[in-house]
Structures are given as C-alpha cells and as structure tokens.
C-alpha cells in the first residue's frame, strides 16, 4: 500500500500556543497605542519648543513642564520596548501567513503593518541609542527620529481604524482560558514596569538610587548636578580676568566677573537642568536675572535675545530667549550653583538658567547676549 503524503499545514496553523492569539494582541496593541500616541504628543513638544515657529508662545512656567514632559517621553518610550517586543512575538505567525498576499486590498494592509512595525522599532532603537550617548547610525538623531514619528503616526492611526472593531468585540467577550494570557500579560506588564523603575530615578528624584539604567542621574556630577558636555569636550579652557560678557543691543555694555556680581542684585532661583535625552535634576542657582541687565542695555520689552557662548563650534553654542521667558524673574545668568562658584563642567563663568526650557537651551561658558 502507498502512503499518501500527510497534506502540508499551512505555516500560521501551525503555531498553537494561545499567547499568538487575537486577545493578547488586542491588549497588547491598546498599550501600545496609548504609548506611542503620549510619545508623540510630549515628542512635539519638545520639538516645537526648541525650534518656535514665529505665532508659538511658550510661557516660562510652570517651572518643572518640560521635565516631565521629557521623562514621560523619554521613560515611557523605554517601558514601550517589551511591550513592542511582546507584540511582535504575539502576532508574528501572521508574518508567515500562506498565501502571503490574497488581494491588492491585502497587500496594501500589510505594507501598511510592515511601514507600522519599521517604524516602531527604528523610533524605539533610535531613541535608545540617542540616550545612550550612542550613534552609530549616519543619519542626524533629531531630525531622523522627528520625521519618522509622522510616518508612525500616520500608519498607527490607519492601522487603529482597520483594527477597532475587531480589537472592541475580543476585549468584550468572555475568553475560555485566561490562565495563559493573563500571566503572559502580566509578564509584559512587569517588564514594562521593571524598566521603569530603573530608569525614572533619572528625572524623578526620589527614586535616583534606583536608576541603575540611566545613564545620568540627579545627585552623581560635580556640584551634585550631571553633566552633559563637559568643557573639555566643548574644548573651553579657564578664562581669567580678562573676561568679559558683552552684551549688544540699543545700548553696547560690557561686563567684567566683578561687575556682575556688584552692579546687579544677587538672586536664587531653584531650577531644573531637563535635558532632552530624558534625564534632569535640579540645583540651586545664583547670579543676576537676564531681565536686569537686558533692561540696563535697553532692551525693548518684546525683544528676542540670543545667548552666545565661548564655544567655537557645536549644535548648541547658541539659544534663544523669547520674551516671556527673559521677563521671568527666575531667569538667571547664573554665577554659582549649589552653594559655590560654577563649576567650569556647568559653564564657569556664567551660564543661562532658564524655568520651563530644555536643557540644550540652558547655554554654558555665556560671553555675548544679543538683543534683536
Ligand atoms: N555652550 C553649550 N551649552 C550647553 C551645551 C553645550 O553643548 N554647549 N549642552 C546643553 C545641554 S544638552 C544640557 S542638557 C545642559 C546640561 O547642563 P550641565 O552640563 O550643566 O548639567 O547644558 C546645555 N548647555
Ligand atoms: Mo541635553
């Protein structure tokens, strides 16, 4: 008797754990959803704040916005990786799904999931890799990671709409076995969880001694605060006497160390450094409010002003102050920093500290304001 070959089994059927399965998926992707759309909110944020465009009004307070909107950013988008990862796991028997494609209605869904997925994984990777102080892809981190968040938008949101329904009826009928999903569920959920906890000590104070995974944290850094660039980095050396902060506008002034620290009242001001890359921590800052010597050089109220510094070159030589954040009281030229003359790592002589500002704006080694 001539055995007939068993029948081949499709691919995608044979996979029969119930973890592949359309509820785990469901959950999965409302997670996944809610965090990537919180990721894009805060992530414009950040970008419309450092790059305005002309009708944009930021108000200076309240004095800690940027840093939370930075850490729920930067520590949510890392609590997203296992649950991307357990998505993908979760759903990719459907990659092998034979035949691949059954209608050009079918193969634009799935160039559309595949655009959905590239993109994840490449603002997840990129994003980690940025934080990391890691670059080792050609592309410009900023711009490439800015782009590609519409694309993921964009491909989410069609996604959502085809999903929706079927996502609705699966979270709203009763599933036979639970068991397996739920713990599989909760496992993701403690790695998501897991992450967080060891990263939010990062921007969240309270728990820096847990931050085993950050790579700055509050409190570790000269005068308690981290660094981002140092001044060797900056390639900045000491300045002596001889230096002077010039500052150019209806009225040309020029200010020597001594100068700022007798001509104008001194003040304290309790300020955030938040830095893009997630990380922020806060320090008591003294020197003389922009506000003070801008008027002295007779800077119209809704003057803009550039901070110009000593660095020859480099992204961040240079920042902006729009007028809501110069009128601020608590807007400093800062002179000390937790109780002692600046360190020259936080831009000794004098650097801009500014309530509610990203940290790539907090410009170090000041020598020029420009009044426009
Ligand atoms: N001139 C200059 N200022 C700078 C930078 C820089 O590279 N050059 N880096 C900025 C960034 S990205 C951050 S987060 C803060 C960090 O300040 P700190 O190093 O004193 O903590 O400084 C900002 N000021
Ligand atoms: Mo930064």
């Given at each position: 008797m001539v055995r007939r070959p068993e029948p081949l089994t499709?691919?995608?059927?044979?996979?029969?754990?119930?973890?592949?399965?359309e509820r785990v998926a469901a959950w999965l992707g409302m997670a996944l959803g809610l965090s990537f759309g919180t990721a894009f909110a805060t992530g414009l944020f950040s970008h419309f704040m450092q790059?305005?465009?002309?009708w944009m009004y930021w108000p200076s307070r309240p004095v800690n916005l940027y840093r939370v909107t930075q850490g729920l950013h930067v520590i949510g988008g890392l609590a997203t990786i296992p649950l991307l990862l357990a998505k993908l796991w979760t759903v990719y028997p459907k990659l092998l799904?034979?035949?691949?494609?059954?209608?050009v209605g079918h193969a634009i869904e799935r160039a559309l999931i595949l655009l959905l997925v590239g993109a994840s994984l490449f603002q997840l990777a990129t994003g980690l890799f940025n934080i990391a102080y890691?670059?080792?892809?050609?592309?410009f981190f900023p711009t490439a990671h800015y782009w590609t968040a519409y694309i993921l938008m964009g491909a989410l949101v069609i996604h959502v709409a085809n999903e929706w329904a079927k996502v609705r009826r699966t979270v709203m009928t009763r599933p036979e076995d639970t068991i397996g999903r739920r713990r599989f569920l909760l496992t993701v959920a403690a790695a998501g969880g897991a992450v967080t906890v060891t990263t939010v000590g990062e921007t969240f104070t309270p728990l820096a001694d847990l931050a085993v995974l950050a790579p700055r944290r509050p409190g570790v850094g000269p005068q308690a605060l981290p660094v981002n660039k140092t001044a060797q980095a900056a390639g900045i050396a000491r300045v002596g006497p001889s230096w002077r902060l010039q500052v150019q506008g209806p009225v040309d002034l020029t200010f020597s160390l001594q100068d700022l620290h007798t001509r104008f009242p001194a003040h304290t001001a309790r300020l955030p450094i938040a830095c893009v890359e997630g990380w922020s921590a806060s320090g008591t800052w003294e020197g003389v409010r922009l506000r003070d010597i801008l008027r002295t050089a007779g800077a119209p109220e809704d003057a803009r002003v550039r901070i110009e510094s000593m660095e020859r070159g480099g992204l961040y030589r240079t920042s902006w102050v729009d007028p809501p954040h110069w009128h601020d009281p608590l807007t400093l030229l800062a002179l000390r920093l937790n109780g002692s003359p600046l360190d020259l790592d936080h831009g000794h002589p004098c650097r801009l500290i500014a309530p509610n500002?990203?940290?790539?704006?907090?410009?170090?080694?000041v020598h020029r304001l420009v009044i426009t």
């Open positions: 499709p691919p995608a059927e044979r996979f029969t754990s119930p973890l592949h399965d790059h305005p465009p002309d799904q034979w035949p691949p494609v059954r209608s890691w670059y080792p892809f050609p592309f500002r990203p940290g790539v704006q907090q410009t170090k080694w």
